[in-house]
């Protein structure tokens, strides 16, 4: 399958410890970009990269969160000093390229993250 | 700034009936229009957009949504749904001329019933 994959499927961890999620994109696709979903609502746009440019950030993304995508393939978004307001579905999408507005998202299966 | 409302977070329709799932949109700008479905343990893909020319779009497995502009809505219709098509739909707008910021309703649920 050569979709979008995020690893881990789930994460449970304890208030103020730190977490790392990955996300492998379609190998041809130049745009990357991570969502939060929390229950009952739609996706929330955190960032996104163009290559391994961070072209934008959203007012969500606190100085806690940091996204990185280092080579332009694989991506990382790290939490530190998790707090339960985090506990969410962090959604990972990519894309090939064109004028933005119009450029087919793919997403992935997502992370769970629950903070005790 | 853009929103997106679904003003129906549930609908329970039985097989082979139809279905219309409202989408309602607030922008000061242009946009563009989008719904996309998420099956149960899947990520979401997109279903249909609208960008510009027909507003009349149609999906491949007989989803169709049409985009009118003077009551800023985008609903997607079925005529005769079948099981799998159970799943959660949400739509999405975003800015014609800057456009990453993708802004997604809160989704309506579809159950399929037997």
């Known amino acids: 399958d050569t979709g979008v994959s995020q690893d881990p499927r789930h994460k449970i961890t304890k208030r103020g410890q730190n977490v790392t999620f990955r996300c492998d994109p379609i190998s041809e696709h130049n745009r990357l970009y991570w969502y939060r979903q929390t229950l009952g609502q739609g996706p929330e746009f955190l960032t996104y990269?163009?290559?391994?440019?961070?072209?934008?950030k959203s007012r969500l993304l606190s100085d806690r969160f940091s996204a990185e995508r280092p080579k332009g393939s694989f991506s990382t978004l790290e939490i530190q000093r998790t707090e339960q307001g985090d506990s969410a579905m962090y959604l990972c999408?990519?894309?090939?390229?064109?004028?933005?507005?119009?450029?087919?998202?793919?997403f992935g299966p997502g992370t769970r993250l629950t903070v005790l | 700034a853009q929103s997106v409302t679904q003003l129906d977070s549930q609908v329970p329709v039985f097989e082979e009936a139809p279905v219309e799932l409202r989408c309602n949109y607030s922008s000061s700008v242009s946009v563009y229009l989008f719904w996309y479905v998420q099956y149960p343990n899947q990520g979401l893909q997109l279903l249909l957009k609208y960008l510009s020319g027909s507003t009349l779009v149609e999906s491949i497995n007989g989803f169709e949504a049409e985009f009118n502009k003077s009551q800023t809505s985008f609903h997607l219709r079925k005529p005769s749904v079948h099981i799998s098509d159970t799943a959660e739909y949400f739509c999405a707008v975003t800015d014609r001329d800057y456009g990453q910021n993708f802004v997604f309703g809160p989704g309506t649920r579809l159950s399929v019933l037997p």
């Open positions: 999408a990519s894309s090939l390229g064109g004028p933005v507005s119009t450029d087919t998202q793919y």
């Open positions: 990269f163009q290559n391994e440019a961070q072209l934008e």
